[in-house]
């Protein structure tokens, strides 16, 4: 039988935190198949599977940083919740920015957590593993 790939969404434009993210994962011991996007008018046509995206698998998982060019990560969060299709993917927000506003904000707007990014990589590698076992080994996710 076949291990199942667990699809992840990464939306994030800073490719410094693109690299961290891709190396973290080299560690996992699960089949992880990571998709980046660097603005969010990409997130949602890659969601959507529009265009160049047509033949994308669906993501298990959302990693969506805030601050994005074009449509930032608040805009995507609120349009991906309203829709019936894709609302039930979660969504972890993976951030700078630590403001009480920005936390309220995007919980309001149906985010599943808020992390914000830490410094260095042996922290980024620790929160980027974490995030992976919790959401693909301790959550039922839909299928």
Same mark, same amino acid.
């Given at each position: 039988?076949?291990? =199942?790939?667990?699809?992840? !969404?990464? $939306?994030? *434009? %800073?490719?410094g935190d693109v690299d961290?993210?891709?190396?973290?994962?080299? @560690?996992? =011991?699960?089949?992880?198949? !990571?998709? $980046?996007? *660097? %603005?969010?008018?990409?997130?949602?046509?890659?969601?959507?599977?529009?265009? @160049?995206?047509?033949?994308?698998?669906?993501?298990?998982?959302?990693?969506?940083?805030?601050?994005?060019?074009?449509?930032?990560?608040?805009?995507?969060?609120?349009?991906?919740?309203?829709?019936?299709?894709?609302?039930?993917?979660?969504?972890?927000?993976?951030?700078?920015?630590?403001?009480?506003?920005?936390?309220r904000n995007v919980y309001?707007?149906?985010?599943?957590?808020?992390?914000?990014?830490?410094?260095?990589?042996?922290?980024?590698?620790?929160?980027?593993?974490?995030?992976?076992?919790?959401?693909?080994?301790?959550?039922?996710?839909?299928?």
């Amino acid at each position: 039988m076949t291990e =199942k790939i667990a699809e992840i !969404l990464l $939306v994030e *434009d %800073d490719e410094g935190d693109v690299d961290l993210i891709k190396e973290a994962l080299k @560690e996992s =011991k699960l089949h992880i198949r !990571l998709n $980046v996007v *660097d %603005d969010g008018e990409k997130a949602m046509a890659c969601l959507r599977r529009q265009g @160049e995206y047509s033949g994308i698998s669906r993501p298990d998982l959302i990693l969506l940083d805030l601050n994005l060019p074009k449509k930032d990560g608040r805009e995507v969060l609120r349009e991906l919740k309203g829709d019936s299709a894709l609302r039930c993917i979660p969504v972890v927000v993976l951030t700078t920015s630590d403001a009480d506003t920005d936390v309220r904000n995007v919980y309001d707007l149906g985010a599943n957590c808020y992390v914000t990014k830490p410094v260095g990589f042996a922290q980024f590698s620790r929160i980027v593993q974490a995030i992976e076992d919790f959401w693909f080994t301790v959550v039922k996710l839909p299928t």
